[in-house]
């Protein structure tokens, strides 16, 4: 049986991998993805922690967790479609208008 | 249970080619196979409702969505050109700076997680897996934070109507 730490650390390696991809990739859409396997990961976490301690707790977050990422990536790919108007372009080092 | 396993590595498989693609749309399909595979993990922890929201919110709603908006932009390809050709060890420097800030938090988390002495903590018997108990949780112990939910998801409506639409005064 798989204990409770073997989840954690998978959720870790998850983490870890949308950290990477967050810093690497110059994609703004890749970059929003990243974010979301990062959620995921803690998402994760939190159903392994709310089935060891035998809470609904960690349930009720996830939930909450989710409708928190659908708004955010609403909003975000709207900004994507709003900026992507502007410059013609997705690579997040064209947008150096507020850098000193 | 080889179950774990399986699940685990088809999520870390295709969360690391979604890190890899360069062309979105494929990033956001792979992306859709990690999250089915998450969604077997629920089910192993005995959570059947998070599970189905998986499946449904996220593949199903959100991950749409962000196909939808690749497809709309009509801009697959990453501008990286340049930079896939230069040798990995000199991209640029925040690039490398970040990878490996990625690299050492996955290696303090792994630490941190398999340095524990004690016996390995395995789940107990008792769970929370029917829908009928979460619901009267959520309604009941949480319904001040689910209406504040349902304010937050008219705000992000409203956010991006305003956000994608189109500046009048552009055209004038």
């Keep these: 049986m798989p204990t409770l730490n073997d989840y954690l650390v998978l959720s870790a390696i998850l983490f870890a991998i949308g950290t990477a991809g967050v810093f690497v990739r110059r994609n703004l859409i890749t970059i929003l993805l990243s974010i979301e396997i990062m959620l995921n990961a803690v998402n994760l976490s939190f159903v392994a922690f709310g089935r060891s301690l035998g809470t609904a707790d960690g349930q009720i977050i996830v939930f909450f967790v989710m409708t928190v990422a659908a708004a955010e990536a609403a909003v975000g790919l709207a900004i994507v479609i709003g900026l992507f108007r502007h410059r013609e372009s997705l690579n997040p080092d064209t947008f150096t208008s507020l850098k000193w | ?172």
Aim: glycine share 6%; net charge neutral.
């Design chain 2, 1 to 172: 249970m080889t179950f774990f396993y399986v699940f685990g590595a088809v999520a870390v498989i295709a969360s690391l080619l979604v890190i890899a693609q360069r062309n979105p749309i494929y990033s956001v399909l792979l992306l859709i196979a990690s999250f089915g595979a998450l969604s077997g993990l629920y089910v192993l922890l005995d959570a059947p409702f998070v599970a189905v929201t998986q499946i449904i919110v996220y593949a199903g709603a959100i991950m749409v969505l962000f196909l939808f908006v690749v497809m709309l932009l009509n801009a697959p390809h990453e501008e990286t050109e340049h930079d896939e050709k230069i040798h990995p060890l000199r991209r640029p420097g925040p690039m490398r700076f970040g990878a490996a800030l990625a690299v050492s938090l996955l290696v303090e988390l792994l630490w941190a997680l398999t340095r524990g002495n004690g016996e390995p903590n395995a789940f107990g018997e008792a769970s929370v897996s029917s829908v009928r108990t979460l619901g009267r949780v959520l309604f009941t112990e949480y319904a001040f934070a689910f209406e504040v939910t349902s304010v937050l998801i008219l705000v992000a409506m409203v956010g991006a109507v305003v956000l994608a639409k189109r500046d009048p005064r552009a055209h004038t």
